[in-house]
């Protein structure tokens, strides 16, 4: 992924709203699944660490990213942008 298309997803993503959690028991196999599944039906998510986790988001970032294959286009405070290609619903086309 070039620059322009991790701008491009990063504006993207400043508007939207988080649609999964991490608390306290930090990355599980069922959050990962959860992940992985939202990331087919919608390419671009984002997630929110709450405060009761202890881990470093930047280090469940990159852990969410190898487990699911995908993109990890921004970790800002407390907050994770990831990125990947569907199979089968392609919704984002990004810039070359």
Excluded: F
Excluded at 7 to 29: D, F, H, N, V, W
Excluded at 70 to 87: A, D, F, N, T, W
């Amino acid at each position: 992924m070039n620059s322009r298309q991790r701008a491009y997803l990063k504006s993207l993503a400043m508007t939207m709203e988080p649609i999964l959690q991490i608390g306290k028991s930090s990355l599980t196999p069922e959050i990962t699944q959860a992940v992985s599944e939202a990331l087919e039906a919608r390419e671009l998510i984002k997630i929110n660490v709450l405060k009761n986790c202890l881990d470093d988001p930047k280090i469940i970032a990159q852990a969410l990213g190898e487990r699911t294959r995908s993109q990890v286009v921004q970790v800002i405070g407390k907050k994770i942008v990831l990125y990947r290609e569907s199979k089968t619903k392609k919704k984002l086309e990004l810039p070359k």
